[in-house]
């Protein structure tokens, strides 16, 4: 038998030097994400993060997530600079409406073969999004992983860690009857909803590039999640948070009960607000039922805060301050207790 070639890593299909390449294009990246409290950079086994002073009791806060089906779209368009910022999102959105500031992220991005030029293009959203947050990116994971992934395809998830004070934890005990809902506009269906929304585009053969609303459907379903620390970090350093949601997969019927005391019922406008035109396209085109689409998407409503009557001025100068469009959504009304929480639409 003749002599074989030695078999390398690179042969199985995992291409260490593009990994190291990738891990030179970010660390620009990742530096301008730096915060106070990071010790070292990129490249260590374990990220070290150092807790700010002036806590008395401090909580750590932390929330996981991916980009789910969105990422279909990313990749059939070859726009992969947005959904990074979607992961973001929907981690620190998580965990800032239980009252904490984001600290640090880390990601992980899988693939079957490392295309360096999209995982860069993947991180420097990533990097955009921790900034709108203020938090640091200081680390993550990339893994090749040849045979469980398609050519071309990548998977995505995050991890954001949060600081609270203890006795300022945001989790409904303030909210009291009469509680005014104040609702913050979204962007789109931020990263929520995907698998029907494919259905529909497959169903009805529209393509991205499809006219809507002086732009396309492709800009609409790409357009990044909204990011509402900044905005929501104020509310909270004026203390005029009795509870906030982030209005995620399930919309507003079964978000907004999460953080509201068994008994409460949230009390809501259905023409409270003004929906963006993607959700019309969505509804009309699939045929959707407004009640499945309140219960599968934000329906331009991405995130909602629960505030006192006299305090909804205040709350929503503050919130128009950090460029929010704020809608009166409704108010609250508390019953009996042992009764789940429930959102009554009028």
């Known amino acids: 038998m003749p002599p074989r070639e030695p078999l390398t890593y690179r042969d199985a299909g995992v291409d260490i030097d593009a990994g190291n390449r990738l891990v030179d294009r970010i660390r620009p990246a990742a530096a301008r994400t730096r915060r106070d409290g990071v010790l070292g950079g990129l490249g260590g086994f374990g990220a070290l993060f150092e807790l700010p002073p002036g806590y008395r009791e401090p909580v750590l806060v932390s929330g996981t997530d991916g980009v789910g089906t969105k990422l279909r779209l990313a990749i059939e368009s070859g726009r992969h600079d947005t959904v990074g910022i979607d992961l973001v999102a929907m981690c620190v959105n998580d965990i800032v409406v239980q009252g904490a500031e984001p600290l640090f992220f880390l990601d992980y991005y899988a693939s079957g073969r490392l295309e360096v030029d999209v995982a860069a293009a993947v991180v420097e959203g990533i990097a955009a999004g921790c900034e709108q947050a203020g ?15 398609s050519p071309g395809d990548y998977d995505l998830a995050g991890f954001a860690v949060g600081i609270a004070e203890k006795a300022r934890l945001v989790d409904g005990t303030r909210v009291s009857d009469g509680d005014v809902l104040l ?15 494919r259905r ?43 509870a906030a949601a982030h209005i995620t997969g399930g919309g507003l019927p079964e978000n907004l009960p999460r953080v509201l005391p068994d008994g409460a019922t949230a009390v809501v406008a259905r023409d409270g607000w003004q929906r963006p035109a993607v959700f019309d396209w969505l509804a009309d085109q699939g045929g959707v039922e407004e009640g499945e689409m309140l219960r599968t998407f934000n329906c331009g409503i991405g995130m909602c805060v629960c505030t006192a009557p006299e305090s909804a001025g205040r709350a929503r100068a503050l919130l128009e301050e950090h460029g929010e469009t704020v809608y009166p959504l409704g108010h609250v009304e508390l019953g009996g207790s042992g009764a789940p929480a429930r959102v009554r639409f009028t």
């Open 200 to 242: 529909i585009l497959a169903d009805t053969g529209a393509g991205l590039d499809t006219p809507l609303g002086g732009s396309t459907l492709g800009d609409a379903l790409l357009r990044p999640t909204r990011i509402y620390v900044p905005a929501l970090l104020a509310l909270l350093r004026a203390d005029l948070v009795h």
């Open 135 to 149: 938090c640091a990116l200081i680390g993550g994971e990339t893994a090749e992983m040849p045979g469980m992934y």
């Open 183 to 197: 609702g913050l506009g979204s962007s789109g269906a931020h990263a929520n909803g995907y698998s029907l929304i």
